[in-house]
């Protein structure tokens, strides 16, 4: 079995999309898989929400996505949205959503 850390940058929800399909592929074959949004992609949760998508849906409800960036939230407009959603607002370095744990927890870090 792996560790492995999606560290989502990017804003664009096919990207997004892939990570998720990825996540839950690597779950299905036995490996631990956590997601963070950071950067852009702290704008994507209220559309994958309005959309009703399953698959989001079930790795948030399966704790799989961590959370999103705190500051970049904020920085892009989405952070009342955001906390309104439940989302853990992550802000374990200076603000922003880190790695650091996960590397010393020997996750691979992959990132988007």
Do not use: T, W
């Not at 989502?8 to 839950?24: I, P, R, S, W, Y």
């Not at 997601?35 to 852009?40: D, Q, R, T």
């Not at 309104?84 to 959503?97: T, Y």
Request: aromatic share 8%; glycine share 8%.
């Amino acid at each position: 079995m792996r560790k492995i850390l999606f560290y989502v940058m990017q804003g664009e929800k096919m990207c997004f999309m892939h990570v998720l399909l990825n996540a839950d592929s690597l779950i299905k074959s036995g490996h631990e898989v956590k997601i963070i949004m950071e950067g852009k992609s702290v704008k994507l949760p209220k559309i994958f929400e309005a959309e009703k998508n399953k698959l989001y849906k079930k790795l948030l409800d399966d704790e799989v996505i961590v959370g999103v960036c705190k500051a970049c939230s904020k920085v892009f407009g989405v952070y009342e949205e955001n906390e309104k959603l439940g989302l853990n607002l992550l802000d374990d370095m200076n603000g922003h959503a880190g790695m650091k744990d996960y590397v010393e927890n020997e996750y691979e870090v992959i990132v988007f």
